[in-house]
């Protein structure tokens, strides 16, 4: 085992995280979203069940601060030296009277940091209000504000070697459509499809295993399609139901989705006509991506074609995808949507996911797409239209 990325590429990461530091006034940063962790170092377990934080200085290097239990990962998937790994002891795990984050403000105050500028992630799901109000404690002379998105926002631009993990990371989502496909058959329970769907994401090609992407897959059958986000049942697949499939592929923790909609018997013409005007909306969103583009503009190219059919969408429409873990594989960034003013840089990657909900049933399409500078491709190559099971 070894970090997925060399040396020079984390430098350089480390390097655009100190400049954006430095532009907003912060001499510290205590990061708490593993998916930042993991690009900022590598760092890679499923360790942020409990307290885990990773502290960067404008001099201060990256610092892993975990579970001694877990603190062994860093060993084989990043290239911290031991001084850079300090887990606090086990005595601490899951009690009434102290904190972890104790343990890490002592560790940080210790480093020389209180009483500087220190941005924090306040907006994360794994760094509580309990940890960052004790951390606060132990550095009363700091001045802590909010950093927002500062490392999610440097995650936007994909590296050459990002792209690369990111196209394994389609090929594997490619084949586990293909077996979503072949699988959904009348009398066929959704569970059963679901353990082959996942034991393909995982196994990946002979060339490369794959991961479970942060976005559990979803199988949406006939009414459960109405909605966007329902879990699989036991229920089998029946005749003249659509089914929607939001599956994907992940190599290293970097995601691609990738859904696609299979009807069982004659499909009905809402259906069809659903179906066209989605895939001659992802033509519009396909043209109108390219570097510099805004994401309303992307926005309004598809609404524009919405309109022709009468129909809507009231979500977004696309955001920023990569390196993620649970819940959520977005980074939490930009938005496809009305409004959104933010231009597209070069080498970005999109997951545009048109999702139509409708009453009682639904269908999806989506891509993952590299905007390129004046131009975007689809990492993943499927067959876009409604698969009919006769």
């Not at 979203?33 to 170092?41: E, H």
Request: net charge negative; proline share 6%; glycine share 10%.
């Amino acid at each position: 085992m070894a970090p997925p990325f060399s040396r020079d590429e984390y430098a350089d990461r480390l390097t655009r995280v100190r400049t954006a530091m430095e532009a907003q006034g912060f001499e510290a940063l205590v990061i708490g979203d593993p998916s930042n962790i993991n690009w900022l170092t590598g760092y890679d377990a499923w360790s942020f069940y409990t307290p885990q934080i990773m502290v960067v200085g404008l001099a201060l290097p990256p610092t892993w601060l975990g579970r001694d239990m877990d603190a062994g990962a860093a060993a084989f998937t990043t290239y911290l030296p031991d001084e850079q790994v300090v887990p606090f002891p086990e005595t601490l795990v899951q009690r009434r009277d102290v904190h972890p984050a104790q343990f890490m403000g002592d560790w940080m105050a210790g480093q020389g940091l209180d009483g500087k500028r220190i941005g924090y992630e306040s907006d994360v799901y794994y760094l509580t209000p309990a940890a960052v109000g004790h951390l606060q404690s132990r550095l009363p002379n700091s001045r802590w504000s909010d950093c927002g998105k500062l490392v999610n926002w440097r995650r936007l631009t994909k590296s050459a070697a990002e792209l690369t993990m990111m196209r394994q990371a389609a090929t594997i989502a490619a084949k586990t459509m293909q077996v979503a496909w072949d699988g959904a058959r009348p009398g066929i329970r959704q569970c059963d499809l679901m353990a082959d769907i996942t034991a393909c994401m995982i196994r990946g090609t002979p060339e490369f295993g794959g991961d479970l992407p942060a976005l559990h897959p979803l199988v949406l059958a006939g009414e459960a399609a109405s909605t966007a986000h329902p879990m699989w049942t036991d229920a089998p697949f029946e005749r003249d139901q659509t089914i929607a499939f939001e599956l994907g592929g992940c190599r290293k923790r970097y995601n691609v989705g990738l859904a696609r909609t299979v009807h069982i018997g004659k499909p009905p013409e809402a259906l069809l006509t659903t179906a066209k005007a989605v895939g001659e909306g992802m033509e519009a969103v396909l043209g109108a991506l390219r570097a510099g583009a805004l994401c309303c503009d992307v926005h309004g190219a598809w609404q524009a074609v919405l309109d022709r059919y009468g129909l809507e969408k009231k979500s977004r429409i696309g955001y920023g995808i990569g390196v993620g873990y649970a819940p959520d594989w977005g980074e939490h960034t930009i938005s496809i949507r009305p409004g959104d003013e933010t231009p597209l840089p070069e080498n970005a990657v999109i997951h545009v996911i048109l999702g139509m909900w409708m009453r009682g049933w639904g269908m999806e399409v989506s891509e993952t797409i590299h905007v390129r500078e004046s131009d975007a491709v689809c990492l993943t190559q499927f067959p876009r239209e409604v698969h009919v099971i006769d």
